[in-house]
C-alpha cells in the first residue's frame, strides 16, 4: 500500500488503462474500473487493531461531504454514515476482538453524475497506541462486483510507528471508475483530517481534528 508521500495529490502520474480481473497499484499509477451500479472499497487489517474509514467525497459544483461512522473533536456526535444523496454509504463501524484474523470496513458507492471524486482515508486513533501501516499490513481494494478488483497493498507501507491517517488513493467518476494510488500520510503525530479541494487535490493536515475514540 502505502508508502511516505508528499501532502497533496501528485500531478504526474503512469495511466495503465482498464483493468481486467485483479491488479495491484503502484504508487502515482492510475487504472479505470468500467462503470457498474455499485462499487465497493473495503479496507483491510489484522484484526488484533482498530483502524477506522471514513470518506471524503467531491461534487461537480465544489461542495465537499464526509461519510464516517464518528465525528470530530469539534463536534464529536455530527457525522453521516451515507452522502445527502445516498450516493455513498459506510457500511458499519468494526472495532477490534471481532474473533476473525482480518477485520474490515467498507464503502459502497453509486456513482451518479454529481459526484466529481471519492476519498477514502483509514484512521487509527493516537488512543489505540501507536503502531504503523506497514506492521499492520492495512490495504484497500476497489471492487465493481463483474469480476476486476484493483487493490492498494500494504508491503511498502509507511513503518513509521505515529503516524494515525492515511489516504492510500482517489477514485475520480469519468467515463469509466478511474482509481490512482498516492500513499499520502498525515504528518507525525497529527489527527487532523485531509481535505480535498473543488479541483480535485488532497491536502494532509488541512481539516478538523478526529474525535478522541
Same mark, same amino acid.
Given at each position: 500500500?502505502?508508502?511516505?508521500?508528499?501532502?497533496?495529490?501528485?500531478?504526474?502520474?503512469?495511466?495503465?488503462?482498464?483493468?481486467?480481473? /485483479?491488479?495491484?497499484?503502484?504508487? $502515482?499509477?492510475?487504472?479505470? #474500473?468500467?462503470?457498474?451500479?455499485?462499487?465497493?472499497?473495503?479496507?483491510?487489517?489484522?484484526? /488484533?487493531?482498530?483502524?477506522?474509514?471514513?470518506?471524503?467525497? #467531491?461534487?461537480?459544483?465544489?461542495?465537499?461531504?464526509?461519510?464516517?461512522?464518528?465525528?470530530?473533536?469539534?463536534?464529536?456526535?455530527?457525522?453521516? @454514515?451515507?452522502?445527502?444523496?445516498?450516493?455513498?454509504?459506510? #457500511?458499519?463501524?468494526?472495532?477490534?476482538?471481532?474473533?476473525?484474523?482480518?477485520? =474490515?470496513?467498507?464503502?459502497?458507492?453509486?456513482?451518479?453524475? $454529481?459526484?466529481?471524486?471519492?476519498?477514502?482515508?483509514?484512521?487509527?486513533?493516537?488512543?489505540?497506541?501507536?503502531?504503523?501501516? /506497514?506492521?499492520? +499490513?492495512?490495504?484497500?481494494?476497489?471492487?465493481?462486483? +463483474?469480476?476486476?478488483?484493483?487493490?492498494?497493498?500494504?508491503?511498502?507501507?509507511?513503518? =513509521?510507528?505515529?503516524?494515525?491517517?492515511?489516504?492510500?488513493?482517489?477514485? /475520480?467518476?469519468?467515463?469509466?471508475? +478511474?482509481? +490512482?494510488? #498516492?500513499?499520502?500520510?498525515?504528518?507525525? =503525530?497529527?489527527?487532523?483530517?485531509?481535505?480535498?479541494?473543488?479541483?480535485?487535490?488532497?491536502?494532509?493536515?488541512?481539516? @478538523?481534528?478526529?474525535?478522541?475514540?
Amino acid at each position: 500500500m502505502f508508502g511516505i508521500g508528499k501532502k497533496t495529490t501528485e500531478a504526474t502520474a503512469s495511466d495503465l488503462g482498464v483493468a481486467q480481473g /485483479r491488479i495491484s497499484l503502484q504508487k $502515482n499509477q492510475i487504472i479505470s #474500473l468500467t462503470k457498474t451500479p455499485k462499487i465497493t472499497v473495503t479496507v483491510t487489517w489484522p484484526d /488484533r487493531t482498530d483502524y477506522d474509514v471514513f470518506a471524503l467525497v #467531491l461534487y461537480t459544483d465544489g461542495h465537499v461531504e464526509t461519510v464516517a461512522q464518528f465525528g470530530t473533536e469539534r463536534n464529536p456526535r455530527d457525522y453521516r @454514515p451515507s452522502t445527502t444523496d445516498g450516493a455513498v454509504t459506510h #457500511l458499519g463501524d468494526i472495532k477490534r476482538g471481532t474473533g476473525r484474523d482480518i477485520a =474490515n470496513e467498507s464503502i459502497d458507492i453509486a456513482l451518479n453524475p $454529481n459526484i466529481a471524486a471519492i476519498v477514502p482515508v483509514v484512521y487509527s486513533a493516537k488512543s489505540n497506541g501507536t503502531g504503523s501501516f /506497514r506492521r499492520y +499490513q492495512v490495504g484497500m481494494s476497489i471492487d465493481n462486483g +463483474q469480476g476486476d478488483i484493483v487493490t492498494i497493498d500494504a508491503h511498502d507501507a509507511s513503518d =513509521n510507528d505515529h503516524i494515525y491517517s492515511c489516504v492510500p488513493g482517489i477514485i /475520480r467518476n469519468t467515463s469509466a471508475v +478511474q482509481i +490512482q494510488k #498516492l500513499e499520502l500520510y498525515s504528518k507525525p =503525530n497529527s489527527e487532523l483530517r485531509p481535505t480535498i479541494d473543488r479541483h480535485g487535490n488532497v491536502h494532509m493536515d488541512t481539516g @478538523p481534528e478526529n474525535a478522541r475514540k
